[in-house]
C-alpha cells in the first residue's frame, strides 16, 4: 500500500537523521502494532479511532476516484510485479493520511495528499523537520 510504503521509508530517512518519527493510525491499537511489527516501524505508534488529528489536520476520506486513482493504480502494479502478494485491505481505504511537522506540540508543516500515491518525498519530510 502506498501509505505503508511512505512510511518506511520516512522512518528510514528520519533514523539516518536522528530524528524521532511517530505514527498515527485510525485502526484499533492492537491493529496498528501488528502493521507496525510487520513494516519493521521501530517509532512511537498511536491510535486515533475517532480521527481526531485526522480532523485537526485537515485531513478527510477521498472519493474513489481519488483513491484509485492512475497514480495509486500504477503503484499497486508496481508492488505486485515486484513482490509478494498484496491482501485485500480491511481498513477504510477512501481515509487519507498525511505527513505533519509538530514543533513543541504546534504543526509547523504539512502535506495533505488528494490520493494515496501523492505524497511528499520521505527526504524533503526529513529535510523539513531537521530546520529549526
Known sequence: MPCQQHLVEVQR??????????????????????????LGWTGLVLS??????YARLG?????????YSPG???TYGRALR????LTPPVEDTRQLGADA????????VR?????????P???????RASRP
Do not use: N, Y
Request: charged share 35%; glycine share 8%.
Open 82 to 85: 515486484q513482490g509478494p502478494r
Open 121 to 127: 518525498p520521505a527526504g524533503e519530510v526529513v529535510r
Open 59 to 67: 485531513v478527510g476520506r477521498a472519493s474513489l476516484w481519488r483513491v
Open 48 to 53: 486515533d479511532e475517532e480521527r481526531r488529528l
Open 13 to 38: 530517512e528520519a533514523e539516518d537523521a536522528g530524528i524521532v518519527a511517530a505514527a498515527v493510525g485510525f485502526s484499533p491499537a492492537d491493529r496498528l502494532e501488528a502493521i507496525a511489527r510487520h
Open 111 to 119: 502535506w495533505r495528499p488528494r490520493s494515496p500515491d501523492d505524497r
Open 72 to 74: 495509486t493504480l500504477r
Open 101 to 108: 511537522i509538530l514543533l513543541d506540540g504546534v504543526v509547523t
